[in-house]
């Protein structure tokens, strides 16, 4: 692979700009492909000029000038033989003025608006030509780009590299023949210079052959370097354990409810992962509410035991610290030891903890991302379970697994349901289960979105709910911007609250509290001595209080689709009936009304999790999982679903059948084939 310093042409300013679109070599710039492209392959006469296209017009300058009113501007007139166009520039150099002097025969390139002296075009391209100065022969690309890296220098750059590089086949023709798909050289040069007769939608929609070439390779690549990262986890040698004889039946005997068949299957997949010599990393999928919690402590107790420890981390304190008290409730009568381990502790009570860590005396250690810091020893982990794993970087993930040895095996929880398309691809490298089934007894949600318009009927309908005997949680909304401005609104609303209902007892909750503070709060919420909890989105994650029945959401239209799923989810959890009322501000965007409808339609997280990937794309739904995943530049995971699931088809294949072409195409498309997932 040619790197850039080897190709005398290029520049050291010109490399060092490359750089910064992560161009590294002539194969990246082969890759670096257009976001659009302009027909300037033809020139069209003033007179068959049409309002809102863009059109390439060639002319002599016949007048020019600078004015200052309304606003400093530069506005010159373009004649040809059929008449005039106006040129307006708002912002400029003293070398356009220049370029653009009276007598000056330009070509200029844009979009034609209607102006105060008939059609003009503002800010278009511009080039000077004579006599010899051809028209274009193929569609002009338009690059990605970054500040002191202009168009022009791109496409020479890019034509050098067409002319030099390496654009042979890495793998197989059978491959792409079964799709009927054009060669990787024809494909970059029908992108980099597309013929004027191809269909310029289809272009810009990346649905020709030639996108779709490049959008397989690229998503094959990715599945080859998911599933050798798979294959090279299970050359690791993890503690076997073999499956539960006493602890799991103790406490399946104990439970005043009976697992559900989701719940059972699933339990089976991870007992039987324990029992390899290789690190399970199986990621549990389920709904708001579906007993995932249960199921991780059924893996914990076969761990515990075989004679190994287990962690349990959540990401925030109010969730870890119901993670330890519905363990505590589960296991005491087990006579399991559990450590508590945050960063609030006080020292007292965190050396406590951590030397019972140390000595193996506490079995489960359950807390925050205290848990991974260095002063934590375990004596012998064996078994790392992570909830709500998308909140942990993949280096938080890594440096807890970090502390068994041999590795332990790895247990990653989500309620946000990872859509099917996400799964094949980005989580292609883990072992999915899904728990798809509620417990019986629970009590469908009913999702309202109201106007705030009509604020007055909801406040009533939160009062007689609590005279009820219910409570209800009020969400304030999120304010992304300011996180004072978040907790001032917060406070606002508590003090509103509290003078509305001066019968109910009122609670409230947010990010800036001390964690005790918060606990304390929670705990009152959840014996049922505060009626009404306002709350920020620090509930959105695990509160389980079954009596609450009403959750108000205020301004539902800033919060995205899976966030207001996981606020929903905190009411419905007992046998009444509840409600989600989503409260929105008048003049909704289209995204907006689009997110509503979706969940005011759908009670299902797997709906709205697809929903939510056609609104928002990978990017958003991944987090913090994007640092180590080959992130996809070309492909689509909606557009090209059909192409994924080839690839997916024929990754084990080709590992199987041509493990050197797989290098080389890893080579090309990952740029280094180390470039893997790494948690």
């Known amino acids: 692979m040619t790197q850039l310093s080897q190709i005398k042409a290029f520049s050291k300013p010109l490399i060092a700009n490359l750089a910064k679109l992560g161009i590294a070599s002539s194969q990246g710039l082969l890759l670096h492909l257009p976001l659009r492209y302009i027909d300037e392959t033809h020139v069209t006469a003033v007179r068959d000029l049409h309002m809102g296209e863009s059109a390439q017009v060639e002319g002599e300058i016949v007048h ?11 506005i010159a007139r373009l004649e040809d033989a059929s008449g005039q166009l106006t040129l307006r520039f708002l912002h400029f150099y003293p070398s356009q003025i220049n370029a653009l002097k009276v007598g000056a025969k330009v070509r200029v390139y844009g979009e034609v608006r209607n102006g105060f002296f008939g059609y003009e075009m503002v800010h278009p391209t511009c080039k000077a030509v004579g006599e010899k100065s051809e028209v274009a022969e193929t569609l002009t690309p338009v690059y990605p780009t970054v500040a002191g890296l202009g168009q022009a220098s791109l496409r020479k750059a890019i034509r050098i590299a067409l002319q030099q590089a390496d654009m042979h086949e890495t793998l197989p023709g059978q491959v792409y023949a079964y799709l009927d798909l054009p060669s990787f050289k024809a494909s970059l040069i029908a992108l980099h ?9 289809a272009l810009d929609n990346k649905t020709t052959v030639h996108w779709r070439r490049l959008a397989f390779d690229e998503l094959l690549a990715q599945q080859l370097s998911m599933r050798k990262h798979y294959a090279r986890r299970r050359s690791v040698s993890a503690p076997q354990f073999k499956p539960s004889k006493q602890l799991v039946s103790a406490l399946l005997k104990s439970l005043p409810f009976a697992l559900t068949s989701a719940q059972q299957k699933v ?22 509410g579906s007993g995932k919690t249960i199921v991780a402590c ?11 420890q287990v962690a349990l981390m959540a990401p925030t304190e109010i969730l870890a610290e119901q993670h330890y008290r519905k363990m505590l409730s589960w296991l005491m009568p087990l006579n399991i030891k559990i450590a508590w381990l945050t960063g609030s502790q006080n020292k007292k009570d965190r050396e406590a903890a951590l030397q019972s860590i140390a000595s193996g005396e506490a079995r489960l250690v359950v807390g925050t991302h205290a848990l991974f810091q260095e002063a934590v020893r375990f004596k012998n982990l064996g078994l790392a379970v992570i909830d709500e794993q998308h909140r942990f970087g993949v280096h938080q993930r890594l440096a807890l697994r970090q502390k068994g040895q041999p590795e332990p095996h790895q247990l990653m929880m989500s309620a946000t349901p990872i859509p099917r398309t996400l799964s094949m691809s980005y989580y292609a490298d883990l072992d999915v289960s899904v728990i798809d089934e509620l417990p019986p007894g629970r009590s469908p949600i009913v999702t309202k979105i109201v106007s705030d318009a009509r604020r007055d009927e ?18 304030c909304p999120l304010i992304e911007e300011s996180e004072a401005l978040q907790l001032a609104t917060a406070n606002d609303t508590y003090t509103l609250m509290q003078d509305e209902f001066p019968e109910l007892k009122v609670g409230l909750v ?6 005790s503070e918060k606990q304390a709060v929670m705990a009152e919420f959840s014996a049922g001595h505060l009626q009404l909890l306002v709350a920020t989105t620090v509930i959105e994650v695990g509160v389980d209080v079954p009596n609450a029945s009403l959750m108000v959401i205020e301004h539902a239209e800033r919060m995205g689709l899976s966030q207001l799923h996981q606020l929903r989810g905190r009411v419905g959890r007992g046998s009444a009936k509840s409600t989600c009322i989503l409260l929105y501000q008048n003049k909704l965007s289209d995204t907006a009304r689009a997110r509503l409808k979706v969940i005011y339609e759908s009670n299902d997280g797997f709906v709205i999790a697809q929903a939510d990937l056609q609104i928002r794309g990978p990017g ?23 192409l994924l699931e080839a690839a997916k088809t024929m990754a084990d294949v080709l590992l199987k059948n041509y493990p050197t072409e797989v290098e080389q195409h890893l080579e090309r498309w990952m740029s280094s084939a180390g470039e893997l997932v790494k948690v």
Do not use: F
């Open 267 to 288: 339990a089976l997949e991870i007992e039987r992962d324990l029992t390899q010599a290789h690190p399970m990393q199986r990621l549990l999928q389920g709904d708001v």
């Open 64 to 74: 020019a000038e600078v004015t200052y009113k309304p606003r400093k501007a530069l």
């Open 510 to 515: 947010h990010g800036r509290m001390k964690p």
């Open 193 to 201: 210079h597309p013929s004027p007769d191809v269909n310029l939608r």
């Open 458 to 475: 909801i406040l009533q309908r939160v009062r007689e709910a609590c005279l009820q005997g219910n409570q209800a949680y009020w969400v």
């Open 620 to 642: 958003e739904l991944l987090g913090v999982r994007q640092s180590g995943v080959p992130m996809l530049k070309i492909a689509d995971l909606e557009r090209d679903v059909d």
């Open 298 to 308: 059924m893996a914990a107790l076969q761990c515990m035991e075989n004679g190994w």
